[in-house]
C-alpha cells in the first residue's frame, strides 16, 4: 500500500523438524522483493513487516535496472572515446597514425555479472528476542565495463 513501491515474491522453502519435545513442527520461509527509488519508504515498508510479525534473515540493495542501465550507457561511451585516444597516442609514439579502428568491442568484463543483492548486508536470527528494527545507510556500488579495440596504423609519411 506504499507509495512508489512495489513488492515481490519469489523462492519458497518449508522444512520439517523434530523439536525437543520429539514433535514434529514446520517451518517455511520465502523471499520477498520491494522494490522502490525511495530508499526511506523501502525501510518504512521493512518496518511496518516486521511490526507485522515477519522475521527477517536479511535485506540487501540494488541499483535500479533503469539506473545499471544508464551508468553503463555512460561508462561505456567514456572507455570507447579513451580506447580511441589510446590507440592515437600509441600510434604516435610509434611515429605512424591511425588508418582505422577495426574492432570495437563493448561489454561487461568477461565472467562478470550485473549487482545482485549487495551492500550493508544485515542478518537477524530467529530468537526469544524482539527482532530489531531495520536500519540501513547508502552504500557504493560498482558498474563495470570493457571495452576493446584493434587498430590499423600506418607510417607517417
Not at 13 to 23: L, P
Not at 87 to 106: E, M, N, P, Q, W
Request: aromatic share 6%.
Amino acid at each position: 500500500a506504499a507509495s512508489g513501491v512495489k513488492a515481490e515474491t519469489g523462492g519458497y522453502s518449508i522444512y520439517s523438524f523434530v523439536d525437543q519435545n520429539k514433535n514434529t513442527q514446520w517451518r517455511g520461509s520465502q523471499f520477498v522483493s520491494v522494490v522502490s527509488t525511495d530508499f526511506d519508504a523501502v525501510l518504512a515498508v521493512a518496518r511496518d513487516l516486521q511490526a507485522s510479525g515477519l522475521l527477517m534473515s536479511g535485506m540487501g540493495f540494488d541499483l535500479t535496472p533503469e539506473a545499471y542501465q544508464k551508468l553503463k550507457d555512460e561508462l561505456e561511451a567514456e572507455a570507447v572515446a579513451k580506447a580511441v585516444a589510446r590507440g592515437r597516442a600509441l600510434a604516435k609514439a610509434a611515429d605512424s597514425t591511425v588508418i582505422r579502428f577495426r574492432v570495437i568491442r563493448v561489454g561487461e568484463p568477461s565472467g562478470y555479472h550485473p549487482p545482485g543483492p549487495m551492500p550493508k548486508m544485515m542478518e537477524a536470527r530467529m530468537a526469544a528476542a524482539p527482532m530489531q528494527a531495520p536500519a540501513a545507510e547508502a552504500g557504493e556500488e560498482t558498474v563495470r565495463v570493457n571495452v576493446e579495440a584493434e587498430v590499423v596504423i600506418a607510417p607517417v609519411k
